[in-house]
């Protein structure tokens, strides 16, 4: 296997950094993780929602503890969640956290995990993850497919609309391997896409390809943020 500074910053994101990722970050390494669940279970008040409005965002939920739980998309679960592993420069791993403490504040705690990259030339990881626990206030446990896919159609945040996260996330895990699918978030996508959207002023559209914007300070990401 060929070392990957496995001592230094490694981040795993499993949501909007798939697609919207960190500043100063010099590789990004699809893989996956072992030992939690994906789900839309989380409220977002901050980025794809407001506090009088909360839209839905994924959150990784520990497999053992999901078990206990009545999900009804029981059947569709695999045992891994697929995403993407960034390596923060060194000299900026204190900006990026910084950065990031801002951007997942919103319930969301830190976690470490192993990551396995898609390349099974390159040794596992070792990853910084944000992951809303199941004591945060945001999350909402076990819900429907479709009051979430509502829920999602309808919500609208600072960050953008809902359902554009959820249509960037399902394009942006087709894109990481061939076994990167995930029968929730393309359940979901199939409902959503199956509602009429909410007439709004005219935003820019979603655009399938999703080219990866690199940036160079948290400025920059910021105002990408903005224009998401």
Known sequence: MSPIHTQDFWL?????LIWKPPPHFDQRIPGYIKGYVRR???ASEDHRGTPDAPGRVVTLIERSFWETLDDPQRHTEGDVVWGVAYHIIPSRVKEVQEYLDIR???GYSIQYTPFHPADTLLADLHCLVYIGMPDNPQFLGALKPDEV??????SIGPSGENREYLLHL??????????????HITDLARRVRALTPPLRIPRRPFAPDNTLRKVNSTEEQEEIEKEV
């Open 12 to 16: 795993f994101g499993y949501g909007s």
């Open 40 to 42: 839309f279970w989380q």
């Open 104 to 106: 997942e504040i919103n």
């Open 170 to 183: 399902e394009q942006a895990l087709k894109e990481l391997s061939p076994d990167s699918h995930d029968e």
């Open 149 to 154: 896919a509502e829920t999602i159609n309808a």
